[in-house]
């Protein structure tokens, strides 16, 4: 896989402090703080899969991938304008396959994520 500069002028350091603390958060399946950076009308796209609300996200960051050991390494980020953010996240554990590249798309509305759209890293 190959990294443009522009995917990597924004670490973690620069992405909006919601978005960093959500996905602190997320990572560990701490759905109780995660929650606390979602808007109440959240919706969340995994994988083709939609979870509307804080009750339907809460229960999918406590249990999505729980079933496996897996590592997170944010590899880029970009900011899109100043409520959309793409981060890309490298997960490797005992999931099927084994290594994973995903762009978590970010939402914000009022400082609080309004959307999230979790797929497949498109390479640049």
């Known amino acids: 896989m190959t990294r443009t ?10 992405l909006p402090a919601t978005v960093r603390a959500f ?19 959240v919706v969340v796209v ?3 899969e939609t979870f509307r609300g804080g009750e339907q996200v809460r229960a999918f960051v406590r ?9 997170t390494e944010q590899t880029g980020a970009r900011r899109v ?11 490797e554990g005992t999931f ?4 994973a590249d995903l762009d978590y798309r970010f939402t914000l ?5 309004a ?9 640049a």
Do not use: C, K, M
């Open 81 to 91: 304008d100043d409520e959309h953010w793409v981060v890309t996240l490298r997960l």
């Open 96 to 99: 099927p396959g084994g290594v």
């Open 63 to 71: 249990d999505a991938g729980a079933e496996f050991q897996y590592t």
């Open 109 to 113: 509305r009022g400082g609080l994520i």
């Open 5 to 14: 500069d522009h995917d990597l002028d924004h670490r973690s350091g620069a």
């Open 23 to 41: 996905l602190a958060a997320s990572t560990v399946h701490d759905a109780d703080a995660a929650s606390a950076f979602l808007a109440e009308d």
């Open 115 to 123: 959307e999230l759209v979790i797929a497949n890293h498109e390479a």
């Open 46 to 48: 995994d994988q083709g």
